[in-house]
């Protein structure tokens, strides 16, 4: 999911949508609103699809008033798969202490217990969406004030969170110990602050970048000024070495590295690691470019368009049900024939999941007349589901967890498939290679979980 937040600008909710249509690629199924203004107070919009379709309507951001605002754009991975408004974030909920809107990116690993005990004990579930714990944690919390109770609840909960939550008066930022998901602070002005998934964001509203916020680091933002504090046990940084190959955009920066100097590195990991003698190299787009350009400048053979992608489709992987991802690859792709006709050529690609993509682009690169398929993929084999905020099937579904690297390439019927090696992707991202304590969280390639994934344990979901 994407995440947004200001404060201390005049119609904030429209920086915030333009900050969220930035963020888009982080989740297009849907995407939500709170403003508040002292009159009315606060207002919520929340509803499918773009937000170029909702958020730049002047009726509908009339609706939205006021100097403090934030917003999320939904990718589900846990609660129900598709429609469900309820599910939408920001979730909102009044306290003694007045109103407060919360909007997280990640997923809490032990959601379901928690629910579970909630409810013996009075609470009442208003969405299926994790992130709902939280409010029932705070409500149950003995603190004063909104913050405080933020981090009596937060300290209950396990697994990956970056919340933008506010009050009437606050926009409160916060990470997870591990800080799994990106968040980012950036200036407006003299008193504008706004928080962030991802650096585009601040770009699109010109905003200033300030820095990251911390892993276990809550940030209060006020017109006067912002406050910073601590407040959960140390733990070592997990920082979500996906971000760097595929979720992120390749324009934002992470760790002050630019994610798409991290891609192309990638790539030119993958062309040491993986040579092969080849006319063409060819990116799956969008999100195998880097990559491929890359591999192409560490290997010499020429970088070429060998697919096209139809600007109007968004992410297939995104849409949740097979049906309409098998289909959504085909809308979205086509092979530009007259250049591969008799090339033997290099694909490559971000990650291979449950291996859709790549057996339909390779029936498809093959129908052009290839003379020879070999796939790059620029991460390591997805042996593990995430459980941290990315979408990937459970383990039978996924290619790398039931077959061999030979049997993968049987299976997709390729003359070669190799995957960048762990040591190579860590490389890529600017350290000497994976240290004993790595310093990602590369459980989906590893199965090395930072944080134990309670609820799945207890459901038998994995080990
Ligand atoms: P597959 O078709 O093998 O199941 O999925 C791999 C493709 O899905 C890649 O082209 C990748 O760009 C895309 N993709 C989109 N969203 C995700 C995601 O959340 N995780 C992974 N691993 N791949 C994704
Ligand atoms: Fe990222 Fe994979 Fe860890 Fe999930 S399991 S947080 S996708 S590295
Ligand atoms: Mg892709």
């Known amino acids: ?134 409010i029932h944690l705070m409500a149950r919390s003995m603190a004063r004030s909104i913050p405080e109770r933020m981090k009596d609840a937060l300290r209950l909960v396990e697994g990956a969170f970056s919340v933008i939550a506010m009050t009437r008066t606050k926009l409160i930022g916060v990470r997870d110990p591990r800080g799994v998901r990106p968040l980012m602070l950036g200036k407006v002005g003299e008193k504008g602050w706004v928080l962030a998934s991802e650096t585009c964001a601040l770009d699109i509203i010109g905003a200033e970048y300030v820095r990251e916020i911390e892993p276990g680091e809550m940030v209060i933002c006020t017109e006067g000024g912002i406050e910073s504090s601590h407040p959960f046990d140390k733990a070592k940084p997990k920082f979500c070495v996906f971000e760097h190959v595929y979720f992120s955009r390749p324009d934002s920066m992470i760790g002050g590295r630019s994610v798409y100097e991290t891609r192309r590195q990638i790539g030119v990991e993958l062309a040491r690691e993986a040579p092969v003698d080849a006319d063409l190299v060819c990116p799956v787009p969008d999100s195998g470019t880097p990559a491929a350009i890359g591999y192409s400048q560490e290997s010499g053979i020429p970088y070429a368009m060998g697919i096209i992608r139809n600007q109007y489709m968004g992410r297939t992987f995104i849409e949740p049900t097979t049906e309409i991802r098998n289909m959504g690859v085909r809308l979205k792709l086509n092979v530009n024939r007259a250049l591969i006709r008799g090339k033997r050529v290099i694909l490559v690609d971000d990650s291979v999941v449950r291996g859709t993509t790549s057996r339909k682009i390779k029936e498809m690169i093959l129908d052009a007349g290839a003379a020879e398929v070999h796939f790059r993929i620029a991460s390591p084999p997805t042996q593990w589901p995430c459980f941290y905020g990315v979408d990937t099937p459970d383990r039978e579904n996924l290619l790398a967890a039931t077959m061999t690297e030979d049997q993968m390439c049987a299976h997709l019927g390729v003359d070669s498939l190799k995957f960048i090696s762990l040591d190579g992707l860590y490389r890529a991202t600017g350290e000497k290679g994976r240290a004993k304590e790595p310093q990602y969280c590369d459980a989906c390639f590893s199965g090395d979980y930072p944080v134990k994934p309670s609820d799945m344990v207890a459901k038998g979901r994995i080990k």
Not at 44 to 72: E, W
């Open 1 to 134: 999911c994407g995440i947004f937040g200001a404060i201390g600008m005049p119609d904030a909710a429209n920086f915030v949508a333009l900050g969220l249509h930035a963020l888009q690629h982080r989740g297009q199924e849907a995407g939500g609103i709170v403003s508040y203004q002292p009159e009315p107070g606060f207002s919520s919009v929340r509803r499918f699809g773009y937000v170029r379709d909702n958020f730049t309507n002047p009726s509908v951001m009339a609706q939205l008033p006021g100097k403090i605002a934030c917003g999320h754009v939904r990718y589900s991975t846990s609660g129900s798969k598709g429609a469900a408004i309820r599910d939408v974030q920001p979730l909102f909920a009044e306290f003694a202490m007045g109103g407060c809107a919360i909007a997280h990116n990640g997923n809490l690993t032990n959601a379901d217990a928690l629910k579970e005990s909630l409810i013996e004990r009075g609470s009442i579930f208003q969405s299926s969406s994790d992130t709902e714990c939280i």
